[in-house]
């Protein structure tokens, strides 16, 4: 079955950088675009950013435009979320989700599988 397994959540000064990753198995990871959204404190889920099955293509939300970067790396079955210039309002649990097909798109409903989330906190 699927799963979706993220680490490098943690605690970062604002200003500061944290780099996420994403473990997926269960599925030929190669051929799907992949995901991260996150949930803030008492808020739905937002999309971030999205990439498709073969990294050519990637997008983001207006709100980590130029401070994230989204990346993958087929062989190892894994897709990364670096975040530099981090703002306490992207103190949030993050998630990695699997796509329905090889492109990317901006809407939750786009992804099918979503792992258990790891947490950031910003705050100095």
């Known amino acids: 079955q699927v799963q979706l397994v993220e680490s490098g959540g943690g605690l970062a000064q604002p200003g500061g950088s944290l780099r996420l990753s994403c473990a997926a198995s269960?599925?030929?990871?190669?051929?799907?675009?992949m995901s991260w959204a996150r949930q803030a404190p008492g808020k739905g889920l937002e999309w971030v950013s999205s990439?498709?099955?073969?990294?050519?293509?990637?997008t983001y939300a207006d709100s980590v435009k130029g401070r994230f970067t989204i990346s993958r790396d087929n062989a190892k079955n894994t897709v990364y979320l670096q975040m530099d210039s981090l703002k306490p309002e992207d103190t949030a649990l993050y998630y990695c989700?699997?796509?329905?097909?090889?492109?990317?798109?901006?809407?939750?409903?786009?992804?099918?599988?979503w792992g258990q989330g790891t947490q950031v906190t910003v705050s100095s």
């Open positions: 989700g699997k796509g329905r097909t090889y492109y990317s798109g901006k809407f939750l409903n786009d992804y099918d599988h």
């Open positions: 990439i498709y099955y073969d990294g050519s293509d990637t």
């Open positions: 269960g599925f030929t990871f190669s051929i799907y675009a």
